[in-house]
């Protein structure tokens, strides 16, 4: 009886599934296709207690009442942990947007006052802490550059452009970036 409930349970879940998506389908022509394939997969929901019948497996019909079961576990057991992981990759993205941006703003900065600065490789570092107070402020500016005759008027462009303080602010040599790439 179990076996009866499940697929009745299964066919109301795909009808539902569908029905809902149809709301959202545009009306174009790729409305008629997308419905075509909506009936392909009741058909084969429906269809999945003749497998039964003739005594061989067919992959197609095993899977799909599984699938439904599966995700239902495993989106009750395990819907904390993926909004825990998907905040990490959030938090991960938007700093590694804002890294890319500042460090666009550095280079359009540096490049109005000295030359030879477009070539410049920037290293952001900021605090990536969402529970923190100080989420995004920046830590740390490393500049590696090939001309380090202007190294003291860099800083201080750069401490007055970021707000952040000189000691926090390094210019380096552009040599030294590569060894320090190849120790991460």
């Known amino acids: 009886m179990s076996f009866v409930t499940e697929w009745v349970r299964n066919v109301f879940l795909i009808v539902l599934a569908i029905s809902f998506l149809e709301l959202l389908l545009p009306s174009g022509s790729m409305r008629g296709y997308l419905k075509f ?9 429906m269809l999945y207690p003749l ?6 497996e067919i992959l197609a ?19 904390a942990s993926f909004e825990y992981d998907l905040s990490q990759v959030q938090t ?5 947007v804002y890294k890319e941006k500042v460090s666009e703003s550095i280079k359009e900065e540096l490049e109005k006052q000295f030359s030879g600065i477009s070539e410049a490789v920037i290293e952001i570092y900021i605090n ?3 529970n923190s107070k100080h989420f995004g402020e920046l830590n740390k500016v490393i500049l590696y550059t090939d001309d380090l005759t202007e190294q003291v008027k860099i800083q201080n462009t750069l401490s007055d452009f970021l707000n952040l303080s000189k000691r926090n602010i390094f210019i380096k040599e552009k040599e030294e970036e590569n060894e ?3 120790e991460k």
Not at 37 to 45: G, N, P, R
Not at 92 to 96: A, E, G, H, L, P
């Open 37 to 45: 394939i909506f009936s392909l997969l009741l058909l084969t929901v």
């Open 92 to 96: 991960k993205q938007i700093s590694d």
């Open 61 to 79: 019909f095993h899977s799909i009442p599984y699938s439904f079961s599966a995700a239902q576990s495993y989106e009750i057991n395990n819907d």
């Open 128 to 130: 990536e802490n969402r």
């Open 180 to 182: 320090a790439t190849d």
């Open 51 to 56: 497998q039964s019948l003739g005594g061989k």
